[in-house]
């Protein structure tokens, strides 16, 4: 591993530069090797790579099961590039650049970060990252996400934004067990009800109920709102990776 993990180190300054720290940064991907080799109750143990074809990516498998491909995704937008602000009035987007830099730099630690799996790619329609990313139900936001993802371990029939890749995925998912197992290999305790029976919307602060159009802020209040929930929830899991002992 490249030295401990460093929950304040961001990795902003890849997209700076114009690259992109879930494709080139090697620094991440053995980070999330690291938090994926630990041993956690109920799941695993698995084997870990870090592999490179052209873009980093993350290898786990059972000791004797395929291998999952799974690339780093992070999970916080704060919707202050040009694809995004184009959408808000004038205010919003005046409340989105007022601290932009400070939020954009904690939505890149370590805690905003997680995998997801990519096999398949465009030849069997979008990945999860890529379809929670342009779906007007998701926006981008992984609260939304990982609500679908707890209906799917409730049952895959269920309904969701998710629901068609969620399912193409299903082994990957498999490999958990159920929602809580997932919830806890993955370190996203504080954005769960304690009995991991609902998701707490970064949006609003209540339990996720439904998924809206468009799920994206569109007032000042809902963004500043979002903001520091996304803040205390990042660096809540930060908390949680500093406490491991790896």
């Known amino acids: 591993m490249s030295g401990r993990i460093d929950p304040d180190l961001d990795f902003a300054i890849y997209y700076r530069l114009g690259g992109d720290p879930d494709r080139t940064c090697e620094r991440l991907y053995l980070w999330h090797q690291a938090l994926c080799s630990r041993?956690?109750?109920?799941?695993?143990p698995f084997v870990v790579d870090v592999v490179y074809d052209r873009a980093y990516e993350l290898s786990l498998r059972l000791a004797d099961g395929p291998a999952f491909r799974l690339g780093s995704d992070g999970?916080?937008?704060?919707?202050?590039?040009?694809?995004?602000?184009?959408?808000?009035?004038?205010?919003?987007?005046?409340?989105i650049e007022r601290d932009e830099d400070d939020f954009f730099r904690v939505a890149s630690t370590i805690g905003g970060y997680v995998l997801f799996p990519r096999n398949g790619g465009h030849q069997t329609g979008w990945t999860i990252n890529q379809a929670r990313g342009v779906h007007p139900q998701i926006a981008d936001r992984f609260?939304?996400?990982?609500?679908?993802?707890?209906?799917?371990?409730?049952?895959?029939?269920?309904?969701?934004?998710?629901?068609?890749?969620?399912?193409?995925?299903?082994?990957f998912f498999a490999l958990f067990g159920n929602f809580d197992n997932y919830v806890r290999f993955f370190l996203l305790d504080d954005l769960v009800t304690p009995d991991r029976e609902g998701v707490w919307s970064l949006l609003t602060g209540d339990v996720v109920t439904g998924f809206p159009v468009p799920a994206y802020a569109t007032t000042t209040v809902e963004y500043a709102t979002f903001r520091a929930n996304s803040i205390k929830f990042v660096r809540a899991r930060n908390d949680r990776i500093?406490?491991?002992e790896l």
Do not use: K, M
């Open 75 to 95: 999970i916080i937008p704060t919707w202050s590039t040009p694809g995004w602000t184009w959408r808000f009035a004038p205010e919003l987007v005046a409340e």
């Open 143 to 171: 609260d939304l996400t990982l609500e679908c993802i707890r209906r799917h371990y409730l049952d895959p029939r269920l309904d969701s934004p998710l629901a068609d890749r969620l399912n193409y995925y299903h082994d």
């Open 242 to 244: 500093q406490r491991l």
């Open 39 to 44: 041993a956690v109750d109920g799941v695993g």
